[in-house]
């Protein structure tokens, strides 16, 4: 690397560049000595990398902004070129709707007007062209309010900017600012409150009229700071101002003017106004203009009480913009993330935004992974502070687990036992030994559950008993080890029968290397009209698999070859739930074998996606939603706990979702080949025709045409292009068709999952009368599981250890242990997964919602599905 472009990269930071300073002043003083020495050979080059380094390390933007001043003093055409540039590169980003391009862009204009480089009025100008398009689209009549989300974007990165140059701006343009601030008030007052209903953490607690508890959303919270920060001076300790050591300087450079910007049209509002229509545009302006952080307060606000209460945002945008802009590089991105411009200590922050994004719904921005190994690393880089910070939220996550969202359940689940992984799976056990007398649906105790099974996953059985050597007894909550149960083995000793012996033939067969034709022969002329169904699917199947139980690949490789033989026995979906059941059966005690089982055998089309759905609302796997991950009947050995239950649905969904994402891209791609194919093919036959009404002599006569040999190449081609156009054509169409059978086959399914969540839940909810809100679900009177005085006390822990009350973290009141019966569980928990599966395919229900209102969310449905399935989807009740 060049060493300007070093120097531009590592400024500010401790590094070797810059030697042992750390001053800010020297970094820019050293850094604009060499690139004023390099302007004259790479001016292209560093007008580039500078713009780069502005958007993709933010943190930095002030110093780079007060570099810029400083090289407008020596080279003003340079800098005029890079405001220029810096236009264009916003223009573009404001038509693609680049949301974080606009954003950083933004701070870097305002980083440039504090350094004397824009002046100040055309900074007001981009904001009032932002503003105004904002308050343009909630208008209901001359805009479109569906796209909300937009214009709440818009007003957000104008705010965002106020805390690096609102002191600014205030002192040389006061009447121009001002009348900002009085713009963005009549916004807020304008537009709707933004609902972060089917988005938030933890489940909203209702009053008595089902409305939730109405707070400030994000952009409401964020104008209450700026106004907090206006009221104090604009006085802010966490963002820089190298731009104040240079300002003798800075006062004599030239301001340069902003070129003018435009915001794009946003899409005109549906020509009959209706509920569906209204939240269909709403879904794809919220997927455009994502909400960049919804908060996660988990430790309480004495942590960090050395903060202004915009000190929270500014630290907040920092570790997002680390975490966006270093994504792909986890080491660099925890040394930025311990290492920010701020005079105060933000560990307890750190963490709260670092979880917030990885919890995040719909979606977190970046794959789970990626944050478990920034948590590490910052665990790595802050030994002596981190990882308590880390356990604390934790525990406090542990404490609020009954009410955190399934889906975030889930991923703090996988996300915490791939943690312990990393650090010899230590955890202090004993504290949560109490859950083994919570009953088994309570959430807690279905927590330990899960994560000491997924920790057996990524070790082994023996490893994680010896983990929880200090809490023994939770021993109980291990999976079993993973050992396949075939029925028809030789080796133990069960009373053999006459499947025994035609799972010998079959297994002799398949290690003679018999073909699966030859197989089905045997199946249907032997086994089947002597045995009947049941028996010749349990010998064919349990065989199989025992026989690709070795490995993955062995399992592949009879899946490949013997594939036939189990969709000739299973050619319909009852026989497909038959067969699911039979995997389960074989692979009882290791759950996630099973899943990967159904899933190939869903991929090779020997299971459809219905059965599957089919299955999961069985009645043996109904009563098993609420209870834990891995919560084994031995006296019923058929059963699969519900979190591998709705898994293996999740799969199924997910198949079906992702293949109709690959035919959407193939079917973009292809049209693109038949635009270029009818192109060339027009061309050709424009050139054939133009040579063929030539006049050309030939044996001194005139003959129409040009000359015979290029005549016929022409032909040659012309054939060749229409064909090629042809054959494109009909790849395309062929693939439209698979598009549109696969979108009925989803219509279909989502049909049939909602359905079958409608008709359980109605079984098992009670009246609406009884329960219209989940607060009152919560309280219908059940056995409360309630202890003595003395034992509830000895339960108890001390604040400093963080360890929880029993009683107050499963919702029950200090004499209960958890006073939520086993049937309001089970409601409380399958409306989660309802509202989680709702809302992770939101994209995908939407199309179909009037067939899903018309089939399933009838005027009878209960009140809680229904909110449910709205929530998930983000749709208004009302």
């Known amino acids: 690397m060049s060493s300007w472009k070093s120097l531009l990269l590592r400024i500010g930071d401790k590094c070797p560049e810059y030697g042992t300073s750390g001053d800010f002043k020297d970094h820019i003083e050293t850094c604009f000595g060499v690139l004023r020495r390099e302007l004259e050979h790479s001016a292209n080059d560093i007008l580039s990398y500078l713009l780069q380094c502005a958007q993709q390390i933010p943190h930095k933007v002030p110093l780079y902004g007060t570099?810029?001043?400083?090289?407008?003093?020596?080279?003003?055409?340079?800098?005029?070129?890079?405001?220029?540039?810096?236009?264009?590169?916003?223009?573009?980003?404001?038509?693609?709707?680049?949301?974080?391009?606009?954003?950083?862009?933004?701070?870097?204009?305002?980083?440039?007007?504090?350094?004397?480089?824009?002046?100040?009025?055309?900074?007001?100008?981009?904001?009032?062209?932002?503003?105004?398009?904002?308050?343009?689209?909630?208008?209901?009549?001359?805009?479109?309010?569906?796209?909300?989300?937009?214009?709440?974007?818009?007003?957000?990165?104008?705010?965002?900017?106020?805390?690096?140059?609102?002191?600014?701006?205030?002192?040389?343009?006061?009447?121009?600012?001002?009348?900002?601030?009085?713009?963005?008030?009549?916004?807020?007052?304008?537009?709707?409150?933004?609902?972060?209903?089917?988005?938030?953490?933890?489940?909203?607690?209702?009053?008595?009229?089902?409305?939730?508890?109405?707070?400030?959303?994000?952009?409401?919270?964020?104008?209450?700071?700026?106004?907090?920060?206006?009221?104090?001076?604009?006085?802010?300790?966490?963002?820089?101002?190298?731009?104040?050591?240079?300002?003798?300087?800075?006062?004599?450079?030239?301001?340069?003017?902003?070129?003018?910007?435009?915001?794009?049209?946003?899409?005109?509002?549906?020509?009959?106004?209706?509920?569906?229509?209204?939240?269909?545009?709403?879904?794809?302006?919220?997927?455009?203009?994502?909400?960049?952080?919804?908060?996660?307060?988990?430790?309480?606000?004495?942590?960090?009480?050395?903060?202004?209460?915009?000190?929270?945002?500014?630290?907040?945008?920092?570790?997002?913009?680390?975490?966006?802009?270093?994504?792909?590089?986890?080491?660099?991105?925890?040394?930025?993330?311990?290492?920010?411009?701020?005079?105060?200590?933000?560990?307890?922050?750190?963490?709260?935004?670092?979880?917030?994004?990885?919890?995040?719904?719909?979606?977190?921005?970046?794959?789970?992974?990626?944050?478990?190994?920034?948590?590490?690393?910052?665990?790595?880089?802050?030994?002596?502070?981190?990882?308590?910070?880390?356990?604390?939220?934790?525990?406090?996550?542990?404490?609020?687990?009954?009410?955190?969202?399934?889906?975030?359940?889930?991923?703090?689940?996988?996300?915490?036992?791939?943690?312990?992984?990393?650090?010899?799976?230590?955890?202090?056990?004993?504290?949560?030994?109490?859950?083994?007398?919570?009953?088994?649906?309570?959430?807690?105790?279905?927590?330990?559950?899960?994560?000491?099974?997924?920790?057996?996953?990524?070790?082994?059985?023996d490893k994680i008993k010896q983990s929880i050597e200090n809490a023994p007894a939770l021993e109980e909550l291990l999976p079993p080890k993973g050992s396949p149960d075939f029925k028809y083995s030789v080796e133990d000793d069960r009373e053999k029968n006459e499947g025994h012996t035609l799972s010998a033939e079959l297994t002799s067969k398949v290690k003679g290397r018999q073909s699966a034709r030859e197989i089905i022969v045997w199946v249907e002329e032997s086994v089947y009209p002597v045995h009947g169904l049941e028996v010749t699917l349990s010998v064919v199947l349990q065989t199989l698999l025992d026989i690709g139980s070795k490995s993955f690949t062995h399992l592949i490789t009879v899946l490949e070859r013997y594939g036939q033989v189990i969709s000739r026995i299973c050619p319909d979906q009852d026989r497909q739930v038959m067969l699911i059941a039979e995997v389960n059966s074989y692979w009882k005690n290791n759950a996630q074998i099973t899943a990967i089982a159904i899933d190939r055998m869903m991929g090779y089309r020997l299971i459809s996606n219905l059965a599957i759905v089919r299955w999961v609302f069985s009645p043996a796997n109904i009563d098993q939603f609420h209870t834990s991950d891995r919560l084994w009947e031995f006296n019923l050995p058929f059963l699969i706990p519900s979190f591998q239950t709705l898994q293996i649905l999740r799969n199924a969904v997910s198949k079906t979702y992702n293949r109709i994402c690959d035919l959407r891209k193939e079917i973009a791609s292809l049209k693109k080949d038949v635009a270029l194919a009818e192109e060339a093919a027009a061309k050709a036959k424009a050139d054939l025709e133009v040579a063929e009404s030539k006049l050309t002599l030939v044996d001194g006569e005139p003959v129409l045409g040009e000359n015979p040999s290029r005549t016929t190449r022409l032909k040659l081609q012309a054939e060749k292009t229409?064909?090629?156009?042809?054959?494109?054509?009909?790849?395309?169409?062929?693939?439209?068709?698979?598009?549109?059978?696969?979108?009925?086959?989803?219509?279909?399914?989502?049909?049939?999952?909602?359905?079958?969540?409608?008709?359980?839940?109605?079984?098992?909810?009670?009246?609406?009368?009884?329960?219209?809100?989940?607060?009152?679900?919560?309280?219908?009177?059940?056995?409360?599981?309630?202890?003595?005085?003395?034992?509830?006390?000895?339960?108890?822990?001390?604040?400093?250890?963080?360890?929880?009350?029993?009683?107050?973290?499963?919702?029950?009141?200090?004499n209960d242990v958890y006073n939520i019966g086993e049937k309001e569980q089970w409601c409380l928990t399958t409306l989660g997964y309802v509202k989680a599966f709702s809302r992770q395919y939101a994209s995908e229900i939407w199309p179909h919602i009037e067939k899903l209102d018309m089939e399933v969310l009838t005027e009878d449905v209960h009140p809680l599905f229904r909110r449910a399935v709205y929530s998930g989807l983000r749709r208004p009740i009302n």
């Open 67 to 461: 570099l810029v001043g400083l090289l407008n003093l020596e080279n003003e055409d340079f800098v005029k070129k890079l405001v220029e540039n810096t236009q264009t590169t916003f223009q573009d980003a404001l038509n693609s709707g680049n949301c974080d391009q606009i954003r950083t862009l933004m701070r870097f204009l305002t980083a440039m007007m504090c350094s004397k480089v824009l002046q100040p009025a055309s900074l007001v100008v981009v904001f009032e062209t932002l503003l105004s398009s904002a308050a343009t689209t909630v208008d209901e009549e001359k805009g479109n309010p569906s796209w909300q989300a937009c214009a709440d974007f818009y007003v957000t990165c104008i705010l965002s900017c106020l805390p690096w140059g609102g002191a600014e701006l205030t002192e040389q343009v006061p009447e121009e600012i001002e009348r900002v601030m009085v713009g963005l008030e009549a916004y807020l007052s304008i537009r709707r409150h933004a609902s972060d209903t089917g988005l938030s953490f933890f489940e909203e607690e209702e009053d008595e009229s089902g409305k939730g508890v109405v707070e400030k959303d994000f952009l409401e919270d964020l104008w209450e700071r700026i106004q907090t920060l206006s009221n104090n001076g604009w006085k802010v300790d966490s963002v820089p101002r190298p731009h104040l050591s240079f300002e003798a300087q800075l006062v004599s450079g030239k301001s340069h003017e902003f070129g003018a910007i435009s915001c794009p049209e946003q899409p005109n509002p549906p020509s009959t106004f209706s509920g569906i229509a209204y939240g269909k545009q709403k879904h794809e302006a919220d997927l455009k203009y994502p909400q960049r952080i919804c908060r996660l307060n988990i430790f309480p606000t004495s942590k960090s009480e050395d903060m202004q209460p915009i000190d929270r945002f500014i630290v907040e945008e920092y570790l997002l913009d680390v975490l966006l802009f270093f994504n792909g590089c986890r080491k660099e991105c925890a040394s930025f993330m311990v290492s920010l411009p701020v005079p105060f200590r933000y560990e307890y922050l750190m963490a709260e935004t670092i979880f917030s994004q990885l919890l995040l719904l719909p979606q977190p921005p970046f794959k789970p992974i990626y944050y478990t190994l920034v948590i590490m690393d910052l665990c790595k880089a802050l030994p002596g502070a981190f990882p308590a910070v880390v356990a604390g939220a934790v525990r406090a996550l542990f404490e609020k687990i009954a009410d955190l969202d399934m889906e975030c359940r889930t991923r703090f689940i996988l996300w915490f036992s791939h943690h312990l992984s990393n650090f010899q799976f230590i955890w202090p056990w004993e504290e949560w030994a109490y859950v083994l007398e919570l009953p088994k649906w309570a959430p807690q105790r279905v927590f330990v559950q899960e994560v000491l099974e997924r920790e057996v996953r990524l070790s082994y059985w």
């Open 722 to 814: 229409k064909k090629e156009e042809v054959s494109a054509q009909e790849s395309l169409e062929a693939k439209e068709a698979l598009f549109a059978r696969a979108v009925d086959e989803n219509e279909a399914l989502f049909l049939s999952l909602y359905k079958s969540f409608s008709t359980v839940l109605s079984e098992r909810l009670p009246d609406a009368s009884r329960a219209g809100t989940l607060r009152e679900l919560k309280s219908v009177p059940a056995d409360a599981m309630a202890v003595d005085p003395e034992e509830s006390s000895a339960m108890d822990l001390d604040n400093e250890n963080r360890r929880p009350k029993i009683s107050q973290l499963n919702g029950g009141n200090p």
